[in-house]
């Protein structure tokens, strides 16, 4: 069953539609003169083109999510270590962390704050993964706070794969090409309505 949209349709139709929506006016002309893009909501967003995922993925992400849930705070303090070792400039982004060896890192309380920071959205996403409007408000206003981090779009597309490679040894033998697909699907979806957000 699709996830049902507020007016009675599903996600499955709304990405059907996206493509024929694209490049119309989010709203008709408003009967009070008001200009109409101001008055957008988080439904019209969600009708825009978003990456597919599919309602198996999600019953995907939520049940291996409970297994990662077990140990939070180090699946996130690994996938920032791997983010600071295969992109040594994002690290620099950071100043709690600039210039810190590998050592330090691996045992800053600063470190794991951040971490769970990010996995805490995670589990957000997974308490609105059959929300969509939630879900969208959500990543939109964290992407926003981005902005005013000073975050360069590209980093965003960064995190899946270090979040991937390192929930996968946790997951165990859960772990299979379908559950990577999920979770890979996810973060396309995560990080593009995040940099919508941030690209202006």
Avoid at 41 to 65: C, G, M, N, S, Y
Avoid at 71 to 94: C, N, R, W, Y
Avoid at 102 to 110: I, R, V
């Amino acid at each position: 069953m699709g996830v049902q949209h507020s007016k009675g349709r599903s996600l499955a139709s709304i990405e059907r539609n996206s493509s024929r929506r694209k490049y119309l006016p989010a709203n008709g002309p408003s009967c009070n003169g008001h200009d109409s893009a101001a008055t957008a909501t988080i439904e019209d967003k969600a009708a825009q083109e978003l990456p597919p995922f599919t309602d198996r993925q999600k019953e995907l992400v939520v049940a291996t999510w409970k297994v990662v849930q077990e140990d939070i705070a180090k699946v996130g303090v690994t996938m920032f270590m791997k983010l600071f070792e295969t992109h040594p400039e994002v690290q620099s982004v950071f100043l709690p962390f600039r210039g810190k060896s590998h050592e330090d890192l691996q045992d800053s309380p600063q470190l794991k704050s951040h971490a769970l920071r990010v996995m805490g959205t995670v589990e957000t996403c997974m308490n609105h993964i059959h929300q969509l409007q939630e879900l969208h408000q959500t990543l939109h206003d964290l992407g926003a706070r981005h902005v005013m981090y000073n975050a360069k779009v590209d980093y965003i597309d960064l995190i899946g794969p270090q979040f991937i490679w390192a929930i996968e040894p946790v997951v165990g033998d859960q772990w299979t090409p379908e559950v990577e697909q999920a979770w890979s699907d996810l973060f396309k979806l995560i990080a593009h309505i995040m940099k919508d957000a941030m690209t202006f």
